[in-house]
């Protein structure tokens, strides 16, 4: 190659990865500091509690002698997804909702744990703490797994059972028995996250894109640049392993 060539061929790199490093720091996506996300989505100081020897945002609302209600939420999600049933149901039920270790307000776990057995500890960990013997419950996407497991391995807690389009079955990249490769492009939000493919992405998971609305498409936003939350994400699908859920749902009793 003649040194001409060579110059050009420098020339360009150069300016190629002057252009990528100009894009990484536009596009950069920095974590929200914690003070900013709980002045924001923090209720009370209260609301995060040890439990199973981790940190957990927690929400118990409605009468204490109520029928008690647990909510599970979904991946990348938050406790506050069930806003609107919550108020539906407070009046005369005990509504108990929680972040996810890793999720929303809920630190990640300090034991680096994220598989299902692990939530199902602090489930336990959860309903011990509050004095709740047996609970109704609400699951919904990997919240509905977590649901349905639960309700199959621990039937005596479990008085009934809602799913709401609950994970569990294989889909593109989750094989029964066999732990996830995260894509390359996944890996990339702990660094960059867009809020306009954020939005993209959540229209994907509602059927009217009229509920897709800028407070929404903010909240997510702040939560999930709460700090670690990210991190989080990716150790939660790295250790998601799937296992056939029908032998399980044929022992749920509720």
Known sequence: MSKKRLFQLV????????ILLGLGIVLWTPDLPRATVEAQYLQQPGDLVEVAGTTVHLRDSGPRDGPPVILIHGFGSSLHTWNAWAAALESDRRVIRFDLPGHGLSPA???????????????????????????????????????????ATHPERVRKLVLVSPDGYESPGFRYGVAPEVPMVAGAMRLWLPRPLLRLTLGTAFADSAAVTEP?????????????????MLERMR??????????????RA
């Open 11 to 18: 020339t360009l790199v150069n300016v190629a990865g002057s």
């Open 216 to 232: 929404l498409v903010s909240r997510y936003y702040d939560l999930i640049r709460a700090p670690g939350v990210r991190a989080a």
């Open 109 to 151: 776990d300090r034991t680096g744990d994220y598989s299902d057995a692990r939530v199902m500890a602090v489930v336990i960990g959860i309903m011990d703490r509050l004095g709740v013997r047996r609970a109704d419950f609400v699951g919904n996407s990997i919240g509905g797994r977590i649901a349905f497991t639960f309700a």
């Open 239 to 252: 250790q998601t392993v799937l296992v056939p859920p029908e032998p399980l749902l044929a022992r749920v």
